[in-house]
């Protein structure tokens, strides 16, 4: 198992929560914390120097890292004189609740602070200590400066931290060939056909299922067009399954007739196997003693346990267990990975940009890091709070997605409507939303797991928990590029019971000598922060004031 030192790691910063590394320069002209943009949306955390910022050569000898202005000793390259100069001399101090909710702030204005700038004019000396020009300093007025609480709105905050495992360790491929297939066609020959898309290729998941099944009718509709390319091959013999010698007899020569009357990209039903899913109630499945029997060659996909799953403010706690472990929840975990997968696959998604930096280390964990920050969009699939509500709403909403899996969106290992499998997910997303979020009596796990303002202030971490992994397969040509085409998908669920135990797939699907490209993403659930400032209250005293409602609300995290 890795140590959190030795991992790659990513922090992800909401770009327009990224503020400007130098603090002491003067563009106005007049006083560096008067300016008509600081090139961030809170304004306010900008003079409070509560923000990270990117830094790198010539300040720095190691490429461009983040800073938190808020703790500059949260990173040991960070020169120790820059930190002090550039998040010296605060003007504004802050008073407020720090374990409130929606805190109310009391705003005062630092006037030694505010004089001991050197890079200013001698005009502003003294400047905002009038308190009519201190009311114009917050919410604008005169000629320099736009405010610092105009035109802020609701600002969003997923500020957070993920882990990624080093080369072959924590994530891995393994080619394995057990047997030739001594069929007529020869059925290594007869796949290699570039117009043979893998998902054409049998599932081995679904065909030892349907080898176990006893019952006179299949496991699953669409596990009849998965194996014998749309109702092609002769899978029952007498109303007897075929041998596995047999059916790989059978499926060669259906191939190859197939291939040379053209037909083949009209079967229909054989898209439906493209990409699949493996939910949290199905991970028996995901065991690597699950299979016995033998597969001819397959690709062994394997995510070990990972340590570092959750992240953040609380990493100790996962929300997704306490959901896992109780009756009266755990199917709701279900019906949110199948509602991510539509998101993922219809593309359904809001662009947030994020500044990232990413840290890796070298493969013999023994050199320097190597950082790098760059802008970028990532994926935000929905708000947990909304994503609930509508489920409340719709009781028709698990039949509706039920029945989308057997679309040529995706399918389960398993028809859900035909196996014993009856949840009530009515009672359960009941259940969930109020431990979740809380009721009149209690306070969810959610409240307790975002942060305060003062956390925010600070740039603590988000809690963020891992939901499920997407594997993006990619052929990969003889150059040694992978081709931009995505084979297939697919869609693993985390481990939230036997949390030790690796998550392991075996990938039937795929052709001998092509090499493959694996891509293993998370999707996460990102506890963070939304928040607005309220008006400016009357002034208290000559140089503070009250600005009642600042900081809130707070009580609903953005989940994506």
């Avoid at 030694?112 to 020009?133: G, K, L, Q, V």
């Avoid at 472990?325 to 991510?340: G, K, S, V």
């Avoid at 997407?470 to 992978?482: A, F, L, M, N």
């Avoid at 135990?501 to 293993?520: C, E, F, T």
Wanted: hydrophobic fraction near 35%; charge should be negative.
């Amino acid at each position: 198992m890795s140590y959190m030192r030795r991992k790659n790691r990513i922090i992800i910063v909401n770009d327009n929560l990224v503020g400007p590394s130098m603090r002491t320069d003067n563009p106005s002209g007049f006083h560096p914390m008067v300016r008509t943009s600081w090139g961030m949306i809170d304004k306010l955390r900008a003079v409070l120097a509560n923000y990270y910022t990117p830094l790198g050569p010539p300040l720095t000898t190691t490429n461009e890292f983040f800073i938190n202005y808020s703790n500059p000793e949260e990173d040991s390259n960070l020169p120790g004189w820059l930190a002090a100069n550039q998040v010296a001399n605060i003007v504004l101090d802050l008073d407020f609740d720090e374990d409130a909710t929606s805190p109310t702030l009391t705003v005062t204005f630092n006037e030694d602070a505010w004089d001991a700038f050197n890079d200013r004019s001698a005009a502003s000396t003294n400047f905002i200590d009038d308190p009519e020009m201190f009311r114009a300093y917050l919410e604008g007025g005169y000629g320099y400066n736009l405010g610092l609480l105009n035109g802020i709105g609701t600002v969003q905050d997923h500020t957070s931290v993920y882990y990624l495992p080093l080369a072959n360790e924590g994530a891995r491929v393994q080619p394995v060939y057990n047997s030739y297939l001594t069929t007529v066609p020869p059925y290594e020959n007869v796949i290699s056909n570039p117009s043979v898309k893998e998902y054409v290729l049998p599932n081995v998941y679904i065909y030892q299922a349907e080898l176990q099944n006893t019952g006179s009718t299949l496991l699953a509709d669409y596990h009849n067009d998965a194996l014998t390319l749309g109702g092609e091959v002769a899978w029952f013999v007498g109303d007897t399954e075929t041998t596995e010698g047999e059916y790989y007899q059978l499926y060669s020569a259906k191939l190859q007739e197939l291939l040379a009357t053209g037909s083949l990209g009209d079967i229909e039903g054989v898209a439906k196997n493209k990409n699949l899913a493996i939910l949290h109630s199905d991970m028996a499945i995901a065991d690597e003693s699950h299979l016995d029997i033998a597969i001819p060659f397959y690709n062994k996909i394997v995510i070990d346990s990972d340590s570092d799953s959750t992240t953040g403010i609380n990493s100790s706690v996962s929300i997704l267990q306490a959901l896992a472990a109780e009756p009266d929840t755990n199917d709701f975990i279900d019906l949110l990975q199948m509602r991510t997968i539509q998101y993922v696959l219809d593309d359904d998604y809001m662009s947030i940009d994020f500044r990232r930096e990413l840290k890796t280390l070298d493969a013999s964990v023994s050199g320097p890091a190597r950082y790098n920050v760059a802008t970028g969009q990532r994926r935000a699939l929905y708000n947990l709070e909304a994503a609930l509500d509508d489920l409340v709403g719709d009781p028709d909403t698990y039949d509706d997605i039920n029945s989308a899996h057997t679309s040529t969106n995706f399918s389960l290992l398993r028809d859900f409507s035909r196996s014993d499998f009856n949840p009530d997910y009515g009672c359960s997303v009941a259940y969930t939303e109020i431990d979740l979020f809380g009721d009149v009596s209690t306070r969810g796990m959610v409240p307790m797991n975002t942060r305060t303002f003062k956390q925010v202030l600070d740039n603590v971490k988000c809690h963020t928990e891992t939901l499920m992994y997407v594997i993006e397969k990619r052929r990969v040509r003889e150059s040694g590029i992978p081709e931009f085409e995505i084979q297939q998908r697919f869609f693993i669920s985390n481990r939230f019971e036997d949390t030790n135990k690796p998550i392991v797939y075996y990938d039937s699907q795929v052709k001998y000598g092509q090499r493959y490209r694996y891509d293993i993403k998370k999707i996460a659930l990102v506890f963070g922060n939304e928040y607005s400032y309220g008006s400016l209250g009357e002034l208290a005293v000559p140089s503070d004031v009250v600005a009642p409602g600042l900081g809130g609300p707070l009580e609903r995290p953005e989940d994506s």
